[in-house]
């Protein structure tokens, strides 16, 4: 099968581990990214649900926000190839997500 997107999707793990994205988690199960470039507000977002019978399904979404237009959509259970590097990209955007929040409040608390 092939995965044209591995690369790029290798690329956004190494700078998500770099601090390079903003990600922002919703919940335990979501984490978001939203990017203007070029004109258009892009919303990245990576979510995680149990499957039946245990382990984890990935998806992953790029779209636009105006208008909205689903550019790229991967789902593990379908999409299995991916599922190793949307293993690590999440557990990286989750983490991405807590250190952004840590420096937010430090931002809030300087200055008390």
Same mark, same amino acid.
């Given at each position: ?33 939203? +990017? &203007?470039?070029? %004109?258009? #507000?892009?919303?990245?977002?990576? /979510? @995680?649900?149990? +499957? &039946?019978?245990g %382990?984890? #399904?990935y998806?992953?979404?790029? /779209? @636009? ?8 959509q ?39």
């Open positions: 099968m092939a995965t044209p997107l591995l690369p790029q999707l290798e690329q956004m793990l190494e700078a998500t581990k770099q601090g390079k994205i903003p990600w922002k988690s919703s919940n335990q199960n979501m984490t978001r990214w939203n +990017r &203007l470039t070029k %004109g258009r #507000n892009y919303i990245v977002t990576l /979510q @995680t649900q149990s +499957r &039946l019978g %382990g984890k #399904n998806m992953f979404n790029i /779209q @636009t926000s105006a208008p909205v237009e689903v550019i790229v991967l789902n593990t259970t379908v999409d299995v190839a991916y599922e190793n590097v949307l293993s690590r990209l999440f557990e990286a955007a989750m983490t991405a997500s807590k250190d952004g929040g840590s420096k937010v409040i430090d931002d809030l608390l300087s200055g008390l």
